[in-house]
């Protein structure tokens, strides 16, 4: 009996050694913000995954904008990248795609589980490195017109459909100190991102971007030079105030809601700056008003335009996992269950319920406020895209071109003298790849 008790005790500290020993520690860079929409929930999620799955403790740094790409940079430089990783599918996270410092998920995650996405989440020709690099979350529209229909209306304005439109605004909603356009563009790439991706998609088309990557067509081409010129007649006609470029990111929607602006132009995830957040019970935009008093617009119609209507758009971040973990280890099946649960039915639903975005998951149900439920109404009725730019290129030359879109929004630089910055910056870029 004796003997039978020792063994039994034996094989319980045996177990848990082995259990203790199995414990997994993930170092985690997440993408975070304390004053962005969700940021409860989202605190919420990371702590239940702590307590379904207490085998694995999760080292979490959290950074945001572009402190969080510069760190990412910095960890891909010095070979230390984290465990698990927010990333983008392009050249927003091109150091990650090009030398293939994350595991290919489409493997690890495996055809079950994949099944439940859509295509373009799943396609791995919508990512820089052509293989599942990371999972897309959503198909993210980086240019949305967020339009305050009722101040228009109480002004004697209709919504706009024409670059006119816009202008004819500007005489009247001035004199009141009202922005036509409000467009924050102190962080360098809101410009870039949300609106000029669009103008050079509707100026010169995909093709030209695929030209110049292909060696046929250059930035100082009359097209990339006359979407340069859009952008600077926006602030010359006083559709947009060259006052924006002091704007921080965080700053515009508070700004916009208080009507300083008639129109906002962000991505489709900034609809969740507006909604009630769950901590206070307050929105910027009460639900009330979301329905009846605001809208989801595309930006109107541009002299010259060649592709009417195009949108920029591209796959959505997602999280990636480092290839430096070895293969089958405990480490790599503790991040295939993080990822795994980040992307469960149920993490999605809080994430579409917040605003952040439309999930590429199937058939997610979520109660969602009048402004979110726009926005899958705003895909389908804006379906043709075209490139975002700092998708296409690396970031010594879109960083170029943020800068340059600065300098026009200030009046220090011309269309010209930016296409000839940007044109000697991706030469040097290429050659610098050889």
């Known amino acids: 009996m004796k003997k039978g008790l020792f063994v039994f005790l034996a094989l319980i500290i045996a177990l848990g050694s082995v259990m203790a ?37 999760l080292n979490m740094e959290v950074l945001f904008n572009e402190p969080y790409h510069q760190k990412l940079q910095a960890y891909a430089a010095a070979g230390t990248l984290p465990d698990v990783f927010y990333v983008w599918p392009t050249a927003r996270s091109a150091v990650i795609h090009e030398k293939k410092l994350a595991k290919d998920l489409s493997k690890l995650l495996g055809p079950d589980f994949l099944k439940d996405f859509s295509g373009a989440a799943t396609d791995p020709n919508n990512q820089l490195g052509k293989y599942m690099a990371m999972l897309p979350q959503s ?14 209306a109480d002004n004697g304005f209709d919504l706009p459909k024409t670059y006119d439109d816009l202008k004819k605004m500007v005489p009247k909603l001035k004199a009141k100190g009202i922005n036509v356009i409000m ?18 998609g509707r100026m010169a088309g995909n093709s030209f971007v695929d030209a110049i990557l292909a060696g046929k067509a250059k930035f100082t081409d009359k097209p990339f030079v006359d979407s340069l010129k859009v952008i600077d007649n926006l602030y010359k006609d006083g559709i947009i105030a060259r006052e924006d470029n002091q704007v921080g990111y965080g700053e515009a929607p508070g700004l916009f809601v208080s009507g300083k602006a008639t129109i906002y ?3 489709d995830w900034r ?12 929105a910027l ?34 999280w990636a996992i480092s290839a430096s973990i ?28 917040t605003g952040a975005y439309v999930p590429t998951r199937k058939n997610v149900k979520a109660n969602v406020e009048p402004l979110v439920a726009k926005v899958p109404l705003f895909y389908a009725a804006n379906p043709k895209t075209c490139y975002v730019f700092d998708g296409m290129f690396d970031p010594a030359v879109y960083n170029v071109v943020n800068d340059g879109l ?20 991706y030469e040097t870029w290429k050659a610098s790849q050889k």
Request: aromatic share 10%.
């Open 183 to 200: 467009l924050p563009d102190k962080d360098g790439w809101p410009m870039q991102s949300c609106l000029f991706s669009t103008v050079l």
């Open 406 to 425: 600065i300098a026009i929004g200030l009046g220090t630089s011309t269309p010209e003298k930016v296409a000839a910055d940007v044109q000697k910056a």
């Open 139 to 152: 198909f993210t529209y980086t240019s949305v017109m967020y339009v305050n229909k009722k101040l228009l």
């Open 271 to 282: 609809v969740g700056a507006y909604i009630t957040d769950k901590a206070s019970g307050k």
């Open 326 to 353: 070895p293969t089958g280890s405990a480490k790599e099946k503790a991040a295939v269950r993080l990822i795994k649960y980040l992307y469960s039915d149920e993490v999605q639903a809080i994430r579409y319920s």
């Open 285 to 318: 935009i009460p639900p009330a008003a979301q329905e009846s008093d605001f809208a989801l617009l595309p930006f109107p119609a541009i002299p010259g335009e060649v592709n009417p209507g195009v949108l920029s758009a591209i796959a959505g971040t997602g």
């Open 265 to 267: 132009i962000d991505g």
């Open 21 to 57: 020993q199995e414990k997994v520690t993930l170092n985690v860079l997440n993408y975070q913000q304390a004053d962005q929409a969700g940021y409860q929930e989202d605190v919420a999620i990371w702590k239940r995954f702590q307590e379904l799955n207490p085998d694995i403790t």
